[in-house]
């Protein structure tokens, strides 16, 4: 009899452990937007050819900066500053992100490649930029708009426009 009612419990422990742990999001929560990659779209080469091109462009560098604040230069919250991830041989490419159409850069730190890779988002009109950059399995996360918050960094968007193109590079 003990025998029975200890496996009882066990089973109903455990299957509150596995529903307790699904949780539906709160009412009118955005979720994350269809990303998609948009074939050789020369609007991707709006603010430069390269990403030290698109880094220095007028228009967009104080924008990038802000970005990335501490994170700009080594020695932030990364070992490599935020530039370091995206060499001149990174790749420009215009993805639509929901109903938006955004150029994203992607890139690696040349001498640790396989572990820290970096994705920017620079919308259409230069206005909001987002960003990921992971380092050996850490991801750090980065809006730049109006009325941007730590707190509100919209991470699903930022993450489906991350697949669309690794699904791309991947082949």
């Given at each position: ?113 396989g572990s820290h890779r ?54």
């Amino acid at each position: 009899m003990q025998r029975v009612l200890t496996g009882a419990s066990l089973g109903v422990v455990v299957g509150l452990l596995f529903t307790a742990c699904v949780v539906s999001p709160p009412a009118g929560a955005p979720g994350a937007p269809t990303a998609g990659v948009v074939v050789a779209d020369a609007r991707a080469l709006r603010y430069g050819a390269t990403a030290p091109e698109v880094f220095n462009n007028p228009a967009l560098s104080p924008k990038i900066r802000a970005l990335f604040g501490a994170d700009w230069n080594a020695g932030g919250a990364l070992p490599f500053g935020a530039p370091a991830f995206f060499p001149a041989s990174s790749s420009l490419r215009l993805i639509r992100l929901g109903d938006q159409d955004y150029i994203a850069i992607t890139g690696c730190v040349t001498s640790a490649c396989g572990s820290h890779r970096g994705l920017l988002l620079i919308r259409q009109d230069g206005e909001q930029l987002l960003s990921r950059l992971d380092e050996g399995g850490f991801s750090h996360y980065y809006d730049h708009s109006p009325g941007a918050t730590v707190a509100a960094v919209p991470r699903q968007w930022i993450d489906s426009a991350w697949r669309a193109v690794a699904g791309i590079e991947r082949g």
